[in-house]
């Protein structure tokens, strides 16, 4: 078998101390393989996977020498060579709402932005997949910052990881509470980045995230975002599972081409055909459809009558979103009384038309707003108005 060290796991997971691997990320086959390859012997990695799995994701340990069921020379043996590691927190800010934004380093020096917002009846987690963006989507400040790189499973995961740290929710010794009363109950693949440009590491990470003997969320509480990449829709249905939300936004392609570029490589109606054939799809499990509202851009009642037909026969609610303005943006929220009129047209045709309330502006974690902190502070007014132009 072939040794497997940091350099030649299929992503990369080498650390600056000491080149240790990090186990956070792995998926039970890579753990094991790890596990083997540094002296388990071979009739016990599973057994050592399944007692790693749970210390890392059900009891958040991130020191091998508190694993009580494993004898000390074998912890030694895996402090020697592996390592438990989660992005390293560079601001956290906490808005008035209760809203909590977190400024994250990872692997290279790159920064990515996690929302964490708390709700009445539950939490959800707003994760980042890319360390930057690659759609340029004119409405959203992320797509201002260039595309870095993707995410490993592990910046993916540890996103996840970092914020249960921060609630303290981790279950005390002997309790494994349910998940209907965790403080973190919800994911969205909503953050930097578009996921299904990074569609392995997000499946990886997610996988990990709906493990039973992990983290345990259910796939119904995973909402992967995208903006239309027709051709891992399927994919997305078939090895994940998860519910699935569209970055939606215009009702022709004339305006959708400007406001989602991304449009202009899979049209409306190539998209809503994928979407029809999403294999999760039924009237249980809707696909939602996100649509900001964008002040004489997108918001009139003859674009809210279009968009009822265009969505006909797929089950669907409509989440409409007031826009989140950032500085250097080309647009401006619409009144509330024309995104009422707007709901008002989508509800009477039969489907769901929440108004989401913006949560975060105070601290730029509204949705659109996410950018590292380091390339905001880079870039004038002036110089992020010349962007968007282009």
Request: include cysteine; charge should be positive; glycine fraction near 8%.
């Amino acid at each position: 078998m072939t040794a497997i060290t940091p350099d030649n796991i299929t992503v990369p997971r080498k650390l600056p101390e000491g080149g240790r691997i990090n186990l956070v990320g792995l998926t039970r086959d890579q753990m094991r393989e790890a596990l083997i390859a540094a002296g388990t012997p071979e009739r016990q990695a599973g057994m050592r996977v399944g007692q790693l799995w749970q210390w890392i994701y059900q009891k958040g340990v991130t020191d091998f020498s508190v694993m009580t069921n494993l004898a000390k020379d074998y912890r030694a043996l895996l402090a020697e060579k592996f390592t438990i590691a989660r992005p390293e927190i560079v601001t956290r800010q906490v808005s008035s709402d209760g809203t909590r934004k977190y400024l994250l380093r990872i692997q290279g020096g790159h920064e990515v932005e996690t929302v964490y917002i708390p709700e009445e009846d539950r939490g959800t987690l707003c994760i980042s997949s890319q360390v930057g963006c690659t759609l340029t989507c004119s409405f959203c400040h992320t797509g201002t910052q260039k595309l870095v790189r993707n995410l490993t499973p592990a910046e993916i995961v540890g996103q996840i990881l970092v914020a249960r740290d921060d609630l303290g929710e981790w279950p005390k010794p002997g309790r494994h509470p349910k998940i209907e009363t965790r403080l973190l109950s919800n994911i969205v693949l909503m953050g930097m980045g578009e996921p299904l440009y990074n569609f392995e590491n997000v499946r990886d990470a997610m996988k990990i995230a709906m493990d039973a003997e992990g983290i345990s969320l259910s796939r119904r509480r995973i909402t992967l975002s995208t903006s239309g990449v027709v051709p891992e829709i399927p994919r997305t249905g078939a090895e994940i599972g998860c519910m699935l939300a569209i970055s939606f936004h215009a009702t022709t392609d004339e305006v959708r081409d400007r406001l989602v570029p991304i449009n202009k490589r899979w049209n409306i109606e190539a998209l809503l055909n994928a979407l029809r054939a999403y294999p999760k799809l039924s009237n249980s499990e809707r696909i939602t459809f996100e649509y900001v509202m964008l002040k004489g851009i997108n918001d009139s009642d003859e674009d809210a009558r279009r968009l009822v037909q265009l969505i006909k026969g797929i089950p669907a609610k409509i989440n409409l979103i007031p826009f989140n303005e950032w500085p250097g943006a080309p647009y401006e929220r619409s009144s509330n009384n024309r995104i009422r009129a707007f709901a008002d047209i989508i509800y009477k045709a039969g489907y769901a038309s929440p108004i989401r309330t913006p949560r975060g502006e105070d601290i730029m974690a509204a949705c659109g707003q996410l950018k590292s902190a380091t390339e905001r502070a880079r870039k004038s007014r002036a110089q992020i108005e010349a962007e968007i132009r282009g």
